[in-house]
């Protein structure tokens, strides 16, 4: 058993943020991370194999969605870090 087990909210981040620094703008590259970064943990044991693997597959396949909503938010200006000053236009 290892020490500790990644949560699908961490795989999750982990391929957002990998996706992000690649550029990935299509689902079938994002599925093809998902697939990765879940056989590269489960190599490393940092997935346990006594888990759903196919349900948190499938979960971070559905997240897809949610990476393309984030990215379009950004692209269009993101939202203002705590502090952060909005640069004017002209």
């Known amino acids: 058993m290892p ?3 990644l949560t ?4 999750f981040e982990e391929i957002a ?4 620094e690649q550029g990935v703008a ?3 590259t994002w599925d093809g991370m998902v697939e990765e970064i879940i056989e590269d ?5 940092e997935i346990d194999l006594d888990e ?5 597959r499938k979960t971070l396949r ?3 969605a949610t990476y393309k909503d984030e990215e379009s938010v950004e692209a269009v200006g993101g939202i203002k870090e705590e502090g952060e000053v909005e640069e004017e236009t002209l």
Not at 8 to 11: G, I, M, R, S, V
Not at 17 to 20: P, V
Not at 52 to 56: H, K, S
């Open 8 to 11: 699908a909210a961490e795989l």
């Open 3 to 5: 020490l500790t087990s």
């Open 41 to 45: 943990h489960l190599a490393l044991g």
């Open 62 to 64: 559905l997240k897809w």
């Open 26 to 28: 299509d689902q079938e």
């Open 52 to 56: 759903d693997v196919e349900g948190i």
């Open 17 to 20: 943020d990998l996706a992000r």
